[in-house]
């Protein structure tokens, strides 16, 4: 034996030595699951966070693949094909990248090296993960060996989903983390998100249990975000696919993940049916409207249907043949009465002996395509509202105009949304970018022209091209149950999504949870009206923004003293038991879940932290007006104290101490001189040497 192997293999001894401590599991017992609580509904590993343990497996894929937290992220397996054998391994702290190093980080790894790893288990969104621990021991990962072949297990559909692909526990849990193979599938539909950046698909058997594939590794990523990877369409059959088997708290059921293009062994190919289009976007009841779309097949393309119904639950469609134009098809749809809701979808069959069909959107499988008649022009009810299961706006990828008023702005939750009036349902939509919104305050009367999407099942309009004041609306919150956002639903709580709604519970609203993501935590807790079950309520966010997290940076009551509000903004660090009378902001949803976004702190309605009984138990009130304003502002305010040591301070958006006035009430009105102040937005702050800080909020001054 050379040098180098002598000492590769010592130092393998001994850190598998050093390693020893912690006693070796199999993935197996790690996984397994009893029938019985799978039948109820829990799949969760049995092993504790904190309990350190070694295991062993063979690495399904190559390092570097997964495009999750920079790749750090790998599956193993006992590859032996036996139940509950693969698990997923997700490493959050650096490691070594050089192979053969004994203590090697995961992004050394490649296919069929043999590892033993030491570290805990963890259950993040539905999925056991295996976490190696960060310094103790200081070789986590140790490589055994490589060159091993990984197989596949072979499992049908019907083990794993149903039709509505809804994940079966019982049957399709132990698969949870393998590498498995599906065959004889057919795609039912090809669903692009990311605005058209990426792209997952569904698949169904013979009896049409139906899974995701999706495009967790890079080799399944389009163009747009690094990838090679061209979709299939409906029709298309896949004689059989592999992939590592994932189930998350997503409402997808298990999903599969193909690792290399070599994974599917795709079957005959349906004709293709691509962008399609309608002359009209917001028809009056004159209109005939053209549907266009480009159809193309190898064999050739021998019949291409329009199918249309008028009237959300009818099934009355009539087929109208589509003209050819090369691979131009279009055929038209009558004119329709006002306000009807008019849903459409292509059918195409090929030339070819096998007579493949596709179906564009595929009914019934899938929500078809509509359109609203308005002879007055759109309102935002009609972009919101879907009478179908997905509740994707019929106007997605549309430039569209409508009119609300502004109930939250760059100058509260740091983001516009607007409502439209006298609409208790489907009335709120966020306004995500574009030109003109720097401006806008809450409370005015606005029209909006900007495209609608779909952003991970949140309606939004984006790409704002004009925005025209109109003066000014009021908005009254919607009084609705906390506990009726504990879950996402179509009928539930879809109607309530970007508008203002209040909870109010008769004997007051509570912190029932502070983290609800815990052991991970994204700036959420729970509230609702009962302590005793910290899953119930409606989750809150505040206090985190990111390109895909959008709370207010203006809000005291945050769920750790991490996050960080705008200068001024005092930090509450909430705690499970705290009061208060009532709860207002936006409804949002994002991550599968619904969530509220208090605007700033008059959002709060007398807070109370649990076993205070003196400074800082209730919050006070206060309204500055005009806003904006050039030379005066005024200020109602009232406080909860009973001393005459209040101060008014206004900061600048850096920070900077521009005024301090001494209150001497504790109710009253005070008016500031901001004649000097230059233009732009500016922070004020009540508090009191006993109380701290009791209000913020923010005006504009303009010159």
């Known amino acids: 034996m050379n040098k180098k192997l002598l000492s590769l293999a010592c130092f393998l001894v001994m850190a598998i030595a050093a390693n020893a401590q912690y006693p070796l599991k199999t993935i197996t017992e790690v996984q397994t699951v009893s029938q019985q609580d799978l039948a109820a509904g829990n799949d969760a590993s049995s092993f504790a966070i904190t309990d350190t343990i070694r295991i062993r497996g063979v690495v399904i894929m190559d390092a570097g693949l997964s495009t999750i937290v920079g790749g750090k992220q790998i599956w193993i397996q006992t590859n032996d094909g036996s139940a509950f054998s693969g698990i997923d391994v997700y490493q959050p702290f650096p490691g070594s990248t050089t192979p053969g190093d004994g203590g090697t980080g995961i992004l050394s790894l490649v296919e069929g090296d043999s590892v033993e790893i030491t570290g805990h288990v963890e259950e993040f969104q539905g999925e056991t993960e295996f976490v190696p621990n960060n310094t103790n021991p200081a070789t986590p990962i140790i490589l055994l060996g490589g060159g091993i072949t990984v197989k596949a297990k072979l499992v049908t559909a019907a083990e794993l989903n149903d039709i509505n692909r809804n994940n079966i526990l019982t049957t399709g849990e132990q698969y949870e983390g393998q590498y498995v193979e599906l065959r004889n599938l057919t795609v039912s539909s090809v669903d692009y998100f990311s605005n058209g950046a990426r792209v997952s698909f569904n698949v169904i058997d013979a009896s049409g249990n139906k899974m995701n594939i999706s495009d967790r590794f890079s080799s399944f990523r389009l163009p747009a975000t690094g990838g090679t990877f061209v979709p299939p369409v409906v029709g298309d059959f896949i004689n059989s696919i592999k992939g590592v088997l994932l189930h998350s708290k997503n409402n997808r059921g298990y999903e599969l993940h193909p690792i290399k293009p070599a994974d599917v062994v795709w079957g005959a190919s349906a004709p293709s049916i691509s962008g399609i289009t309608r002359n009209f976007v917001v028809p009056n009841n004159t209109n005939s409207v053209m549907i266009s779309a480009n159809i193309t097949d190898q064999e050739g393309v021998d019949t ?6 008028v009237g959300a639950t009818s099934n009355s469609y009539i087929a109208v043949p589509m003209s050819a134009n090369g691979n131009l098809y279009t055929a038209n749809i009558a004119a329709q009465a006002d306000g009807s809701l008019v849903k459409y979808y292509i059918m195409a069959k090929d030339a070819s002996p096998a007579n493949l069909t596709s179906r564009i959107p595929n009914v019934p499988a899938e929500d078809p395509k509509f359109y609203v008649v308005r002879n007055n022009g759109l309102t935002i009810y009609d972009v919101q509202y879907s009478p179908f299961k997905s509740g994707n706006s019929g106007f997605v990828d549309q430039a569209v105009t409508v009119t609300g008023v502004v109930t939250s702005s760059v100058s509260d939750l740091g983001y516009v949304h607007i409502q439209q009036e006298n ?16 401006t806008l305050l809450t ?3 606005v029209t909006i022209t900007g495209t609608v999407k779909e952003y991970f099942g949140l309606t939004r309009l984006e790409s704002v091209t004009s925005v025209t004041k109109n003066g000014s609306g009021v908005i009254t919150p919607v009084v609705v149950e906390a506990d009726s956002f504990r879950f996402q639903s179509p009928t539930g709580s879809e109607p309530y999504e970007g508008m203002v709604v209040k909870f109010m519970p008769t004997n007051g609203l509570y912190i029932i949870n502070q983290n609800a993501d815990d052991p991970s935590n994204f700036a959420e807790y729970r509230v609702g009206k009962d302590t005793t079950d910290a899953g119930a309520g409606c989750r809150v ?14 809000v005291s009551y945050v769920n750790d003293s991490s996050w960080t509000p705008n200068a001024g903004i005092d930090i509450i660090v909430v705690k499970k038991g705290d009061r208060m009378n009532s709860l207002t902001g936006i409804m949002t949803y994002s991550f599968s879940n619904l969530k509220l976004l208090p605007r700033n702190n008059n959002d709060f309605d007398t807070y109370t932290a649990l076993g205070i009984t003196s400074s800082f138990v209730n919050k006070g009130k206060a309204v500055v007006y005009p806003n904006p304003a050039t030379t005066n502002l005024n200020l109602d305010y009232i406080m909860p104290v009973n001393s005459a040591d209040l101060m008014l301070t206004v900061y600048d958006i850096f920070g900077r101490v521009v005024n301090t006035t001494t209150l001497t009430e504790t109710t009253g009105t005070v008016k500031i001189d901001i004649s000097s102040l230059s233009q732009g937005t500016y922070i004020y702050s009540i508090s009191s040497a006993s109380a701290g800080v009791l209000n913020n909020g923010r005006f504009v001054v303009t010159k």
């Open 423 to 438: 609409q208790g349902t489907y009335a709120g939509i966020f306004v995500a970018n574009g030109t003109g919104l720097s």
């Open 541 to 554: 966010i505040a206090g985190r923004q990111t390109s895909t997290s959008f709370s207010s940076l203006n």
């Open 443 to 445: 409370g005015e009367k």
């Open 304 to 309: 291409a249907v329009l199918y249309y119904a």
